[in-house]
């Protein structure tokens, strides 16, 4: 069946900017998602939904990070007024309902580009 | 708070030889142990993974063993393959969903 599915695959765009990384998680999958992978380091946590909440946010690193999911199935994790720091890969995973044991699926990531 | 050291690399091995990546973590109550790998160009997919003390995880020819008197869980193959060469990512969850990672281990296996 199809996989965890992140568009676009690549983005570059100039500091100050406003994008927008959309993540089609599997089918039938509660829980998701967003990692944040820098250059050379392993993923790290950001923000995870049960259904259309936010239910932990805590990773988000600042207010200039928001997602949504407002139908409990397609993402979008909106960063505001980028900065060059922010570049990196982001990664979107589903698991089916979000228990501690769950594996987690990931997506192809997007690769973001703040010149 | 809890994390995972790996390992640095990158790892160059010839085919067929042995393959040891370490990993220990540091955490608190009962973790649950992964290894995920991510193949040039592919998102990362779930290799292993072992819920419980003593515990051995194996997929494609990969193990690896939950140690809690070592607090480690170190990947192994026998014999690799050119096929096999990837970013290696041990991971834990710790009463929580969210995955703390290592920094990855790149692998290159030479023909």
């Known amino acids: 069946g199809a996989g965890v599915s992140q568009t676009p695959s690549n983005k570059v765009t100039e500091k100050g900017k406003y994008v927008e990384l959309r993540c089609d998680p599997i089918s039938g999958h509660t829980a998701l998602y967003w990692y944040r992978q820098s250059l050379g380091q392993g993923p790290e946590f950001l923000i995870y939904f049960q259904g259309t909440g936010a239910a932990d946010d805590s990773g988000l690193p600042n207010d200039r990070f928001f997602a949504v999911r407002p139908e409990g199935s397609v993402s979008t994790l909106k960063i505001q007024r980028t900065e060059r720091g922010d570049s990196a890969v982001y990664l979107c995973?589903?698991?089916?309902?979000?228990?501690?044991?769950?594996?987690?699926?990931f997506g192809p990531g997007t690769r973001l580009l703040v010149l | 708070g809890n994390s995972v050291t790996q390992m640095e690399g990158p790892v160059t091995l010839s085919e067929e030889a042995f393959l040891t990546i370490n990993c220990t973590y540091t955490?608190?109550?009962?973790?649950?142990l992964f290894w995920y790998v991510q193949y040039p160009g592919e998102g990362l997919q779930l290799l292993l993974k072992a819920t419980k003390a003593d515990d051995k995880g194996s997929n494609k020819g990969f193990e690896a063993t939950y140690r809690k008197e070592t607090t480690s869980f170190h990947l192994e193959k026998g014999s690799v393959q050119v096929s096999d060469s990837a970013v290696y990512f041990c991971a834990l969850t710790s009463g929580t969903y969210k995955y703390i990672f290592g920094t990855g281990t790149r692998l290159k296996v030479l023909a």
């Open positions: 995973a589903s698991s089916l309902s979000g228990g501690i044991q769950e594996t987690q699926y």
């Open positions: 955490a608190t109550g009962y973790p649950s």
